[in-house]
């Protein structure tokens, strides 16, 4: 099997993790508690089983300097600039084409830049991607839950008698971010996995079937990387219809027995959420803090501000910056998206 390319996805506006990220620091050029950019410990992953050379980063205009940054301190220079965000269809798509365009039927490994996974069973899991995308399939990585999480999106993908458990399953439907109650019952269930947005293909084999799938997203796409393979033409590319990779071609390709799930051996999060950070263990993101035992509370604050002490209160999540200070109750972290909505609304947007 020849050496993967790697399609890094580095998009998104991270507005669940706000104040930290914003629209100038979107999460994956955020610290999030390691010392580093986000987008900097995936290319870590990406170098794990590829070369830099091979690694592709998708990205939009307005971090495109900050990504190439980060990117060249690895020895990456495959930048693929977005001229607007058109969802996750239309960056896979593009890295599937400009792959193809150097080298026809290659493996293909896709991920986001905003999650943190860990590098132990990584090599191994993707080992096994790779070789279930070799037989025609597309392929998601996903991670047995361990808790009823509300954040997350759910892979229907029963395990089959008399195989291991990290063996390919065949995936029968998505879930994106269902209630408690259903994600209750999908952890009683056992045969749901969370997804994790990172997918191992042949660029030839996912292009067949967006076409067959998506032709509009497939067509545009083309015609914009006729101008240039690494900046889409502008025109073109904003007439792309904006899609999630899952609704277009995943869904799809699962009615049609072309899609896999494998059980991922690495630890992984999104870091999609303040709720989900505050399930981590403490990383140098952490303020020095003093608070009553088992309060559950989270509080992230840069290096040098102020200590804390929490008195009587639990399940908070505190996040000081320079210009803002929230306070929130965990389990209202997923509604952040709205707290940034209503700043827009206000005509506050020195916060966003």
């Given at each position: 099997?020849?050496?993967?390319?790697?399609?890094?996805?580095?998009?998104?506006?991270?507005?669940?993790?706000?104040?930290?990220?914003?629209?100038?620091?979107?999460?994956?050029?955020?610290?999030?508690?390691?010392?580093?950019?986000?987008?900097?410990?995936?290319?870590?992953?990406?170098?794990?089983?590829?070369?830099?050379?091979?690694?592709?980063?998708?990205?939009?205009?307005?971090?495109?300097?900050?990504?190439?940054?980060?990117?060249?301190?690895?020895?990456?220079?495959?930048?693929?600039?977005?001229?607007?965000?058109?969802?996750?269809?239309?960056?896979?798509?593009?890295?599937?084409?400009?792959?193809?365009?150097?080298?026809?039927?290659?493996?293909m490994v896709t991920m986001?830049?905003?999650?943190?996974?860990?590098?132990?069973?990584?090599?191994?899991?993707?080992?096994?991607?790779?070789?279930?995308?070799?037989?025609?399939?597309?392929?998601?990585?996903?991670?047995?839950?361990?808790?009823?999480?509300?954040?997350?999106?759910?892979?229907?993908?029963?395990?089959?008698?008399?195989?291991?458990?990290?063996?390919?399953?065949?995936?029968?439907?998505?879930?994106?971010?269902?209630?408690?109650?259903?994600?209750?019952?999908?952890?009683?269930?056992?045969?749901?996995?969370?997804?994790?947005?990172?997918?191992?293909?042949?660029?030839?084999?996912?292009?067949?079937?967006?076409?067959?799938?998506?032709?509009?997203?497939?067509?545009?796409?083309?015609?914009?990387?006729?101008?240039?393979?690494?900046?889409?033409?502008?025109?073109?590319?904003s007439k792309i219809r904006?899609?999630?990779?899952?609704?277009?071609?995943?869904?799809?390709?699962?009615?049609?027995?072309?899609?896999?799930?494998?059980?991922?051996?690495?630890?992984?999060?999104?870091?999609?959420?303040?709720?989900?950070?505050?399930?981590?263990?403490?990383?140098?993101?952490?303020?020095?803090?003093?608070?009553?035992?088992?309060?559950?509370?989270?509080?992230?604050?840069?290096?040098?501000?102020?200590?804390?002490?929490?008195?009587?209160?639990?399940?908070?999540?505190?996040?000081?910056?320079?210009?803002?200070?929230?306070?929130?109750?965990?389990?209202?972290?997923?509604?952040?998206?709205?707290?940034?909505?209503?700043?827009?609304?206000?005509?506050?947007?020195?916060?966003?």
């Open positions: 099997m020849s050496t993967p390319y790697v399609a890094v996805l580095a998009g998104g506006s991270g507005t669940r993790l706000w104040p930290l990220s914003r629209r100038n620091r979107p999460k994956f050029l955020a610290d999030v508690g390691t010392g580093r950019p986000l987008l900097a410990e995936a290319l870590d992953k990406a170098l794990m089983i590829t070369v830099p050379d091979r690694v592709v980063i998708v990205t939009g205009t307005s971090h495109a300097r900050a990504t190439t940054a980060i990117a060249e301190e690895q020895g990456v220079r495959r930048i693929l600039v977005e001229p607007q965000p058109r969802d996750t269809t239309a960056a896979i798509a593009a890295a599937a084409l400009y792959v193809q365009r150097r080298e026809p039927s290659a493996p986001p830049s905003d999650h943190l996974v860990g590098s132990d069973g990584w090599t191994e899991s993707i080992g096994r991607a790779l070789h279930c995308a070799a037989q025609g399939h597309l392929v998601c990585l996903a991670v047995v839950p361990d808790a009823p999480a509300t954040g997350f999106g759910y892979i229907h993908a029963p395990q089959q008698p008399d195989r291991r458990h990290h063996d390919p399953r065949p995936v029968l439907s998505f879930t994106e971010k269902p209630d408690l109650r259903t994600a209750g019952d999908y952890l009683r269930d056992g045969n749901y996995l969370w997804n994790t947005a990172i997918m191992s293909f042949h660029s030839d084999r996912f292009l067949e079937l967006l076409e067959r799938h998506a032709p509009d997203i497939s067509s545009g796409v083309a015609t914009a990387l006729t101008v240039s393979p690494s900046r889409p033409g502008s025109t073109a590319w904006a899609r999630a990779v899952e609704r277009a071609v995943l869904e799809p390709a699962a009615a049609d027995g072309a899609l896999m799930a494998v059980p991922a051996a690495f630890t992984w999060t999104d870091v999609g959420s303040w709720d989900a950070m505050a399930e981590r263990p403490n990383g140098p993101y952490l303020a020095d803090r003093l608070y009553q035992q088992d309060a559950d509370c989270y509080v992230a604050a840069s290096a040098g501000k102020r200590r804390y002490v929490l008195l009587g209160v639990k399940d908070l999540v505190i996040v000081d910056c320079d210009d803002v200070l929230l306070v929130a109750d965990r389990h209202h972290a997923q509604q952040l998206r709205q707290v940034v909505e209503a700043l827009q609304a206000r005509g506050w947007s020195d916060l966003l």
